[in-house]
């Protein structure tokens, strides 16, 4: 048979080069078998200091953070105000109340750190009901507890205004000043939460993803982790200039931080408790 005579269907590369073109979807079973190699392959423990040393950036004053947080009444007597004192029971019919609670958290954390010291500006949003969309066709289904994502330039000069609207005094030195001065305020914070919630969190603008669980338990403790590494490599997929994703795991309140690059895995070996 000559080389002008073969038809398609002679051709011995014909069904690697569909399955290419057509890049079927990715199932979640198929990324959970590629953590699951990864965890038996290429997973590392090092203690919490290393990894904030390595992976976290440095803030220079974190009392004053504190401070900010405590005058805010965000934390008091040790203890996050937005956080429940115990685990409800049954738990894991009530996990999910926790996810905005966190998120507003976390947000009130990152408002502490003065701009100068804010390399990327994020937004820990709540998206657990609701798939992050994807730039590509072939991404699984996946749906994280919540994320620090970018957020879009609606919301960011929102988050401007309301910050230096804060910084201003009131024009008026009066009661009767401070009052409208709050009133405006409450109209921009009114604006940010219509934005909140028609923002739709793309893969592309994840930085930081993370799992939440109710139980500390041995059982509880390796699902995590194998769902948070999902998402993570979601997001490798996803972004294909990003050299690692960071993330972490809450039981109820104990956090593990997580780093998960293109060689592998690493976690720190003690957990972070979130009240003391």
């Given at each position: 048979m000559s080389y002008q005579s073969l038809s398609i269907t002679d051709t011995p590369y014909k069904s690697a080069t569909i399955v290419d073109l057509l890049r079927k979807k990715t199932r979640m079973d198929e990324v959970s078998a590629a953590v699951e190699r990864d965890i038996k392959a290429t997973l590392y423990k090092v203690p919490r200091d290393t990894f904030v040393e390595t992976r976290i950036p440095s803030i220079d004053n974190p009392k004053q953070c504190v401070k900010k947080l405590k005058a805010d009444g965000k934390?008091?007597?040790?203890?996050?105000?937005?956080?429940?004192?115990?685990?409800?029971?049954?738990?894991?019919?009530?996990?999910?109340?926790?996810?905005?609670?966190?998120?507003?958290?976390?947000?009130?954390?990152?408002?502490?750190?003065?701009?100068e010291e804010v390399r990327t500006?994020?937004?820990?949003?709540?998206?657990?009901?609701?798939?992050?969309?994807?730039?590509?066709?072939?991404?699984?289904?996946?749906?994280?507890?919540?994320?620090?994502?970018?957020?879009?330039?609606?919301?960011?000069?929102?988050?401007?205004?309301?910050?230096?609207?804060?910084?201003?005094?009131?024009?008026?030195?009066?009661?009767?000043?401070?009052?409208?001065?709050?009133?405006?305020?409450?109209?921009?914070?009114?604006?940010?939460?219509?934005?909140?919630?028609?923002?739709?969190?793309?893969?592309?603008?994840?930085h930081i993803v993370y799992e939440i669980k109710w139980d500390n338990t041995p059982t509880d403790r390796s699902k995590a982790v194998k769902q948070l590494l999902g998402y993570m490599r979601c997001i490798l997929s996803e972004q294909l200039d990003r050299r690692f994703v960071l993330g972490f795991i809450l039981l109820y309140d104990e956090l593990t931080l997580v780093s998960y690059d293109r060689s592998g895995v690493m976690m720190t070996e003690t957990v972070i408790n979130i009240n003391t």
């Amino acid at each position: 048979m000559s080389y002008q005579s073969l038809s398609i269907t002679d051709t011995p590369y014909k069904s690697a080069t569909i399955v290419d073109l057509l890049r079927k979807k990715t199932r979640m079973d198929e990324v959970s078998a590629a953590v699951e190699r990864d965890i038996k392959a290429t997973l590392y423990k090092v203690p919490r200091d290393t990894f904030v040393e390595t992976r976290i950036p440095s803030i220079d004053n974190p009392k004053q953070c504190v401070k900010k947080l405590k005058a805010d009444g965000k934390l008091t007597n040790n203890h996050w105000t937005e956080f429940p004192e115990a685990v409800p029971r049954p738990p894991k019919s009530r996990e999910k109340d926790i996810y905005e609670p966190f998120a507003s958290i976390l947000n009130a954390i990152v408002k502490t750190i003065p701009q100068e010291e804010v390399r990327t500006k994020l937004r820990y949003v709540d998206r657990h009901e609701t798939t992050p969309k994807p730039l590509q066709p072939d991404m699984p289904d996946a749906r994280p507890d919540g994320a620090g994502a970018q957020t879009d330039s609606r919301i960011a000069a929102l988050e401007e205004a309301i910050r230096k609207y804060k910084d201003t005094p009131p024009a008026l030195n009066t009661r009767s000043g401070t009052m409208k001065h709050q009133e405006v305020l409450n109209q921009y914070a009114a604006q940010e939460q219509e934005a909140l919630a028609s923002y739709k969190l793309w893969w592309m603008y994840i930085h930081i993803v993370y799992e939440i669980k109710w139980d500390n338990t041995p059982t509880d403790r390796s699902k995590a982790v194998k769902q948070l590494l999902g998402y993570m490599r979601c997001i490798l997929s996803e972004q294909l200039d990003r050299r690692f994703v960071l993330g972490f795991i809450l039981l109820y309140d104990e956090l593990t931080l997580v780093s998960y690059d293109r060689s592998g895995v690493m976690m720190t070996e003690t957990v972070i408790n979130i009240n003391t």
